[in-house]
Every structure is written in structure tokens, then in C-alpha cells.
């Protein structure tokens, strides 16, 4: 299956792409997925949301069509 993948202010500097489209299985985790395209990225404190609502990066994406990954942020 295709998953949108849309990464966000730092995360998309670091990966080199803000929006991409990526084969995975439902059984892949967000970890397993990020660490297949980027395995030099560390997840340090980014939050992953799968179709619009955060989700854990060890649990598996099922029939998903987007993930996202958001960076901390901070402002005043």
C-alpha cells in the first residue's frame, strides 16, 4: 500500500523533503518506516500523527493513507 509521508519545519530540512509518497505494509510501525527511508534520522522528541491524530511510533499504521511527522515547537 501508499502512504503519504509529510514531514514538518526541522523534521523536513533534516529528511530533505516535506511531502512523499512511500510503500509500506499495515503491519509497519512509523519507526520501522522512518528507519527504512532515513535510517540515519533519530527521532528525538518528534511526534508522529497518522491520519490526523497522534499516534505511538512502535504501533502499527493498519489501512493508514498519511503520516506525519511534528517537530517541537515553540513561540511566544
Not at 25 to 52: K, M
Request: proline share 8%; charged share 15%.
Amino acid at each position: 500500500m501508499q502512504i503519504k509521508l509529510l514531514a514538518f519545519a526541522q523534521t523536513q530540512v533534516q529528511l530533505g523533503f516535506g511531502e512523499r509518497t512511500v510503500q509500506c505494509a499495515p503491519e509497519e510501525t512509523p519507526r520501522q518506516i522512518l528507519a527504512r527511508l532515513a535510517p540515519g534520522f533519530e527521532a528525538v522528541a518528534v511526534r508522529v500523527a497518522v491520519d490526523h491524530e497522534y499516534h505511538a511510533w512502535d504501533s502499527p499504521i493498519g489501512q493508514a493513507s498519511e503520516l506525519a511527522l511534528i517537530p517541537p515547537v515553540s513561540g511566544g
